[in-house]
């Protein structure tokens, strides 16, 4: 077995060790008196100063899913990117606002120019997600608005971690754990993600103030360091929303309702289906032909 290998395979056991020790120890921690009554006191719900919407609205949904198929793309072709790997082929824009601005052609290698393509639309979809989470109330759910928040997320946290789940109605409201996560992802990783790549791209200039401030070095570890960050949410997430009670949160996600139909499973079914497919399509060859439509391909 390559060395590779044995390394990776004794991670991911010292992994799976770890886990079980930390649900054994929390398991046993939360029945002394201490954390007992630290549960009681903080239960692990989200305060707030203002009722927030109930439901989730279409538009969410539709939002939610946009969100997870662009940050699937953007991941695996960040992950390529990393890889530092020679690309099948360049993309070049001789005559653009980029070369004008800044003197530079742009001359990208075919997964960076996908990967900046995909954080475009990422990015639009944020800004209309923010828009409508301010204007429809939806914000409350994530926001937090009281510093009890802190204690109630620390409770939901030890819960998880003994296995015992907190309880909570994603159709409601989130519990604070789940508050300050969806927080930190809408409003600190997605802005750090969007200055690092910007930081990144092209359109930045080389030399200059701008250059000295964000130090390319610095940029491209906080980039990347982001992007496990955001597979570590992604895993998490997906795992706990089939652990704790997976047909009620589909269908809250995706059917628009707080039943425990397979109607939010059958739709969650087909937008993982569309995800993987689009991982599947995304070749050199397809590649190539989407990139030819906006610049020459080399």
Do not use: C
């Not at 609205?57 to 953007?74: R, T």
Request: proline residues 6%; charged residues 10%; hydrophobic residues 55%.
């Amino acid at each position: 077995m390559p060395l590779s290998r044995q390394r990776r395979s004794v991670r991911i056991a010292a992994g799976v060790v770890l886990s079980v020790v930390v649900v054994v120890w929390m398991s046993w921690a939360r029945t002394t008196s201490p954390i007992a009554q630290f549960i009681a006191d903080y239960p692990g719900e989200a305060p707030s100063v203002l009722p927030a919407p109930v439901g989730i609205p279409a538009w969410l949904a539709w939002q939610h899913y946009l969100n997870a198929f662009f940050i699937v793309l953007i991941i695996r072709t960040g992950w390529i990117i990393r890889r530092r790997q020679r690309p099948p082929a360049f993309w070049i824009r001789h005559d653009s606002a980029v070369m004008r601005l800044t003197g530079r052609r742009q001359r990208l290698g075919i997964y960076h120019w996908f990967h900046l393509s995909l954080d475009g639309l990422w990015l639009l979809n944020g800004l209309i997600y923010v828009v409508l989470l301010f204007a429809t109330g939806q914000w409350l759910r994530i926001v937090p608005t009281d510093w009890a928040v802190v204690p109630n997320a620390l409770s939901a946290l030890i819960q998880y971690l003994s296995l015992d789940w907190p309880t909570d109605s994603g159709w409601t409201n989130y519990n604070a754990l789940q508050q300050l996560s969806y927080f930190a992802v809408v409003f600190v990783l997605s802005p750090i993600a969007v200055l690092t790549g910007l930081r990144l791209s092209p359109a930045w200039p080389l030399e200059g103030r701008l250059a000295r401030v964000l130090p390319e070095q610095l940029t491209r570890r906080i980039h990347g360091l982001n992007l496990y960050a955001f597979v570590v949410f992604v895993v998490v997430h997906v795992v706990l929303v089939l652990g704790t009670g997976a047909l009620r949160n589909l269908n809250v996600m995706f059917a628009g309702n707080n039943g425990e139909s397979w109607l939010g499973a059958g739709v969650f079914t087909l937008a993982i289906a569309t995800m993987v497919g689009a991982w599947i399509l995304v070749t050199p060859a397809l590649l190539k032909r989407l990139a030819s439509l906006s610049g020459d391909v080399r």
